[in-house]
């Protein structure tokens, strides 16, 4: 199955930081994807859903925070991406890039 480019970005942006729970922004939420969501579904009690075959859990950006304290207190790293562009002026695959870890 080929994937999609923002999945391809996800992969690649994961790729650079393999040992930290990726927060990875889609709009309104952090998403996290594979074995990053099974993690935070459990750690965090998150619903875990699934597209296209692939697991996904997420939390509203607003309240991020909380979250991710929570995984650095379970002694998680975490990493949070975000858009570097705005998605309303984006032709295409909106840019992102961690910007803490």
Same mark, same amino acid.
């Given at each position: 199955? $080929?994937?999609?480019?923002?999945?391809?970005?996800?992969?690649?942006? %994961?790729?650079?930081?393999? #040992?930290?729970?990726?927060?990875? *922004?889609?709009?309104?939420?952090?998403?996290?994807?594979? +074995?990053?969501? &099974?993690? $935070?579904? %459990?750690?965090? +009690?998150?619903?875990?859903? $699934? *597209?296209?075959?692939?697991?996904?859990?997420?939390?509203?950006?607003?309240?991020?925070?909380?979250?991710?304290?929570?995984?650095? #207190?379970?002694?998680?790293?975490?990493?949070?991406?975000?858009?570097?562009? #705005?998605? $309303? &002026?984006?032709?295409?695959?909106? +840019? *992102? #890039?961690?910007? *803490?870890?």
């Amino acid at each position: 199955m $080929a994937l999609t480019p923002m999945m391809t970005q996800y992969l690649e942006t %994961k790729q650079q930081h393999p #040992d930290c729970i990726l927060f990875y *922004r889609l709009g309104d939420f952090y998403e996290m994807f594979n +074995e990053d969501a &099974l993690v $935070a579904s %459990k750690e965090l +009690e998150l619903t875990l859903t $699934a *597209r296209a075959g692939t697991p996904m859990c997420g939390v509203p950006h607003h309240s991020c925070e909380g979250y991710i304290k929570k995984l650095i #207190d379970k002694g998680f790293k975490v990493a949070i991406c975000e858009q570097t562009t #705005d998605p $309303a &002026l984006s032709k295409g695959l909106v +840019e *992102r #890039d961690i910007v *803490r870890l």
